[in-house]
């Protein structure tokens, strides 16, 4: 069955630093999105992505995050300069068509600032 | 009002049992409707799509109620592997995609 991947699956950085977390998505899949979910809360919407561009993106998602697709196969999330409450896991997910199909997630990076 | 809420739970009932969860969305306009499984500190897994139908896959039957904005998730002849926390998710038009709200979910601990 067809994965989205993640990696790192654990990423401890210092706040303050700059980190990149790296998914690939399900090749044939045209949608992307990131989540994020803090220890104990409910998911939360990022931003989508797609033909080359952000689609949508959430009030979660400011100026410190940026997301880039470098090489047709690699869908990244940076994160500019890390506060402690970005710690959270962090979800990746494609879809073939936007809005009535399902969304495959990865495994997700936990991400720990500290 | 939340834009999609759930009974957080816990609902704890044995092996065997028939369990049911409801979920409200608040935005008439919503157009997909999804029933996630989240186990503990794992991603998200698609359990179900909810169509305006009802639909059935085994034990899980999904049901939407547009007039009423809830969708409801049943789980008959529930197993120990049913235990997990399961998200409600609702996509709405948006500018140029979907808003995708994801309820907090709903916990089930299914006992021996």
């Known amino acids: 069955e067809p994965e989205v991947t993640q990696t790192p699956s654990h990423q401890v950085t210092q706040m303050g630093q700059e980190v990149i977390l790296r998914c690939v998505p399900i090749?044939?899949?045209?949608?992307f999105y990131w989540y994020r979910q803090i220890l104990g809360q409910k998911v939360e919407f990022l931003v989508s992505?797609?033909?080359?561009?952000?689609?949508?993106k959430s009030e979660i998602f400011d100026d410190q995050f940026s997301v880039e697709r470098p090489d047709g196969s690699n869908f990244t999330l940076k994160i500019r300069s890390t506060k402690l409450e970005d710690s959270a896991m962090y979800f990746c997910?494609?879809?073939?068509?936007?809005?009535?199909?399902?969304?495959?997630f990865g495994s997700g990076t936990r991400l720990t600032v500290v | 009002r939340k834009e999609v809420e759930q009974d957080p739970g816990p609902f704890n009932v044995p092996e065997g049992a028939t369990v049911a969860f409801n979920c409200t969305y608040s935005?008439?306009?919503?157009?997909?409707f999804f029933w996630y499984r989240q186990d503990c500190r794992k991603e998200p897994k698609l359990l179900m799509s909810?169509?305006?139908s009802g639909n059935e896959d085994g034990r899980f039957t999904a049901q939407l109620n547009r007039a009423s904005q809830y969708i409801s998730l049943l789980i008959r002849d529930s197993k120990l592997s049913d235990s997990a926390t399961y998200l409600c998710v609702v996509t709405t038009p948006s500018s140029s995609a979907s808003k995708i709200i994801f309820g907090s979910g709903t916990r089930l601990s299914i006992r021996p």
């Open positions: 992505f797609y033909n080359n561009e952000i689609s949508e």
């Open positions: 909810v169509y305006s």
């Open positions: 935005n008439s306009a919503s157009q997909s």
């Open positions: 090749s044939n899949h045209l949608y």
């Open positions: 997910a494609s879809s073939e068509r936007d809005r009535t199909y399902g969304y495959t």
